[in-house]
């Protein structure tokens, strides 16, 4: 079985500080890894993902999240925050097709930026 | 809009009664997924279907559970004999055909169950 631990469940920052959500998953088989993120009442939403090829992805609002196999981790990443980044973010990994492509999720790292 | 979506958004009820929740995908969606949420953890895989058939069940969807999906389009979740700990957040989920294989999932914004 595979599992995702998010060791951080809440972070406060200022704005414009960099970030760092931390994520680390346990699988014995290689997995799809995400990022999902909540604003407040709204639903889920894809942030990124990592498929395959290069380890390093990027979404189009400045967070990036490096795979990094041999620690396991999928660490989120932002350099300089905005207000409007506060929310919830969830790691998630699939085993793809052998799973059905179901997700297993973290318990989600609630990012509160303040002015 | 063209989002998954759910319904009833909030369902306040009392232990022991039944309740339905019901969920459109993106049309053009034949993944289903149907996940639980409760306060301060992450979500929980329930179910999921391809088209009308139902493939794989959580052990957390006890028998008091079923879901359905008759014509491959919108899906139900039914909870009989409601109990208190079922009270959470019931999100529905769908994926593309050619991106579903990987995750990646298109949820709706949840229907809030809370039994007193």
């Known amino acids: 079985a595979q599992s995702v631990t998010q060791l951080d469940s809440q972070v406060p920052v200022f704005e414009e500080a960099p970030v760092e959500l931390r994520c680390n998953y346990s699988?014995?088989?290689?997995?799809?890894l995400f990022w999902y993120v909540q604003y407040p009442n709204q639903g889920l939403q894809l942030l990124l993902k990592?498929?395959?090829?290069?380890?390093l992805v990027k979404s189009i609002n400045g967070f990036e999240a490096e795979f990094n196999k041999s620690q396991t981790s999928f660490h989120l990443r932002k350099p300089s925050v905005h207000i409007s980044d506060t929310a919830e973010y969830f790691c998630?990994?699939?085993?793809?097709?052998?799973?059905?492509?179901?997700?297993?999720f973290g318990e989600g790292t609630q990012l509160t930026v303040n002015p | 809009d063209t989002g998954v979506s759910q319904n009833p958004r909030h369902k306040i009820t009392k232990r022991g009664q039944n309740v339905t929740f019901r969920c459109d995908p993106i049309?053009?969606?034949?993944?289903l997924y149907w996940y639980r949420q409760t306060l301060g953890q992450g979500p929980e895989f329930l179910t999921y279907?391809?088209?009308?058939?139902?493939?794989?069940k959580s052990r957390l969807l006890s028998d008091r559970f079923s879901a359905e999906r008759p014509k491959g389009s919108f899906s139900t979740l039914e909870i009989q004999r409601t109990e208190q700990g079922d009270s959470a957040m019931y999100l529905c989920?769908?994926?593309?055909?050619?991106?579903?294989?990987?995750?990646?999932?298109?949820f709706g914004e949840g229907s809030r169950l809370t039994v007193l």
């Open positions: 049309s053009e969606h034949n993944r």
């Open positions: 998630a990994v699939s085993k793809g097709e052998t799973s059905g492509s179901r997700l297993t």
């Open positions: 699988s014995s088989v290689s997995v799809y």
């Open positions: 989920a769908s994926s593309f055909p050619r991106t579903g294989h990987t995750g990646e999932l298109f």
């Open positions: 990592y498929l395959s090829g290069s380890t």
């Open positions: 279907f391809q088209n009308e058939a139902q493939l794989e």
